[in-house]
C-alpha cells in the first residue's frame, strides 16, 4: 500500500556565519566579518579598464554622429558649426579607429633558417 502522507518541509533559517551575506530590504552588503572575495589582478583591471574605455569612446561617437545629423537638418551642411561638426566626428572616427586597431606584431630578435 502507497503511504498518502505528505512530507511538509518546514524552511530553514541559515546561520550566519564568516563567509555568508546580509541583505536587508533596502542594503545589501559584502560578506560578514570582513574579508570580500577575491580582488581582480592588476592585469585584469587594465582589461577591464580598456574595454569600457573603448565602450564610452563608441558612445561619444555614436553621440557626435546623431547629435552632427540633427544640426544638419536644422542649420545646414553650410553652416560653421554643422562643418565644425563634421571635423571633430573625422577626428573621433580616427581616434576610436586608431584604439582599436591592434598593434602590428613584433619583428622576430633573429632571422630564422
Do not use: W
Not at 559584502?30 to 574605455?53: D, F, H, I, N, Y
Not at 573603448?54 to 542649420?75: K, M, P, S, W, Y
Not at 565644425?84 to 630564422?112: H, K, V
Amino acid at each position: 500500500m502507497i503511504s498518502t502522507q505528505t512530507a511538509t518541509a518546514s524552511p530553514t533559517i541559515k546561520q550566519r556565519g564568516a563567509g555568508s551575506s546580509s541583505c536587508s530590504s533596502r542594503t545589501c552588503v559584502g560578506p560578514v566579518g570582513g574579508g570580500g572575495g577575491r580582488r581582480a589582478s592588476p592585469l585584469r583591471r587594465a582589461q577591464k579598464a580598456a574595454s569600457s574605455e573603448a565602450v564610452r569612446g563608441r558612445q561619444a561617437v555614436t553621440t557626435l554622429e546623431e547629435t552632427e545629423r540633427i544640426a544638419r537638418r536644422v542649420f545646414g551642411r553650410a553652416h560653421p558649426t554643422v562643418r565644425s561638426m563634421e571635423i571633430s566626428l573625422r577626428n573621433a572616427r580616427a581616434a576610436l579607429r586608431a584604439r582599436e586597431t591592434p598593434p602590428p606584431p613584433p619583428a622576430p630578435l633573429y632571422d630564422e633558417y
